[in-house]
C-alpha cells in the first residue's frame, strides 16, 4: 500500500503550473513610433502593435500618468495629431489566465468609457472589462482580467467629443496559462514512474487476495 500511495502521489500533480505574475512594463523601449513592439520575458513573448491597419505606436512617459510609467498609445500618424488615435493590441505566444493593464492620460477630455476585450486563438471574444476615466482625472487606472485561455486583448478607449483611444497603456501584471498545460519531460518520466508503482502495487495485492 505504500507504493501504492507513492505511484499516485507520482502520477498526481505533473501538469506544469502556471507561471508566476510578471510584469511587461516598457521601461526598456526607447521613445518613439514603431509599427510594433517584442517585450520579452524569458519564453513569454508580448507583441504590441495598433489595432487599426496602417496605424503607429508611440512610446512616451511625458503624457502618461505615474500609475502607468511609459506607456503606449495608438496613433493613425505620424507625428501624433488629435484625434487620430487608434486601439492598441497585446498579444501574446502563450495562453493567458490573468493580465492587469494600467491606463490613463495626465487629464483632458472623458476618456470613457475604457474597453479591454480578451480573445483566444481562434478569435473568439472571452469577455471584457469596462470602466470609466473622467474628465481631468491625471492619477491613471488599473483594469485586471481573469479569463483562461486568451492570447491578446484589444484596448480601446471612447470620448465624447470624437477624440477616442487618446490614452496610454501598460501591462502590469500578467500570469501565463498552466493548468491544463502539456507536462514537460520531467514530468512524464515521474508520471510513468508513478504509473509503474501503480500496477506493480496492483499485480502484487491481486496475488495475495487469489492465494
Same mark, same amino acid.
Given at each position: ?7 499516485? %502521489?507520482?502520477?498526481? @500533480? ?29 519564453? =513569454? ?6 489595432? +487599426?491597419?496602417? /496605424?503607429?505606436?508611440?512610446? !512616451?512617459? /511625458?503624457?502618461?500618468?505615474? #500609475? ?5 498609445? @495608438? ?6 495629431? @488629435? ?27 472623458? !476618456? ?10 481562434? !478569435?473568439? #471574444? #472571452? ?17 485586471? =482580467? ?8 484589444? %484596448?480601446?478607449?471612447?470620448? +465624447? ?8 497603456? !501598460? ?15 520531467? %514530468?512524464? +518520466?515521474?508520471?510513468? /514512474? ?6 506493480? /502495487?496492483?499485480?502484487?495485492? @491481486?496475488?495475495?487476495?487469489? %492465494?
Amino acid at each position: 500500500m505504500k507504493n501504492l500511495a507513492l505511484g499516485l %502521489a507520482l502520477v498526481g @500533480g505533473v501538469t506544469t503550473p502556471a507561471v508566476a505574475a510578471t510584469p511587461f512594463d516598457l521601461e526598456g523601449v526607447a521613445e518613439g513610433y514603431y509599427t510594433s513592439i517584442v517585450v520579452n520575458d524569458g519564453a =513569454l513573448s508580448l507583441t504590441i502593435s495598433s489595432a +487599426a491597419r496602417g /496605424a503607429f505606436l508611440y512610446v !512616451d512617459d /511625458a503624457f502618461s500618468p505615474a #500609475l502607468v510609467g511609459r506607456g503606449v498609445i @495608438g496613433t493613425l500618424t505620424n507625428p501624433l495629431q @488629435g484625434f487620430q488615435f487608434s486601439p492598441v493590441k497585446f498579444a501574446f505566444n502563450q495562453t493567458i489566465d490573468s493580465i492587469t493593464f494600467n491606463f490613463g492620460d495626465t487629464g483632458g477630455d472623458d !476618456d470613457s468609457p475604457v474597453l479591454i476585450q480578451a480573445y483566444n486563438a481562434a !478569435d473568439v #471574444l #472571452l469577455g471584457s472589462f469596462s470602466t470609466t476615466y473622467e474628465k481631468d482625472f491625471a492619477a491613471g487606472k488599473s483594469g485586471t =482580467l481573469n479569463f483562461a485561455g486568451a492570447t491578446y486583448f484589444i %484596448a480601446s478607449s471612447g470620448s +465624447a467629443i470624437g477624440n477616442d483611444h487618446s490614452i496610454f497603456w !501598460d501591462i502590469g501584471s500578467v500570469t501565463v496559462g498552466g493548468a491544463g498545460g502539456v507536462p514537460e519531460p520531467a %514530468a512524464w +518520466a515521474m508520471m510513468l /514512474a508513478g504509473f509503474g508503482l501503480v500496477g506493480g /502495487a496492483m499485480r502484487r495485492r @491481486g496475488t495475495m487476495v487469489t %492465494a
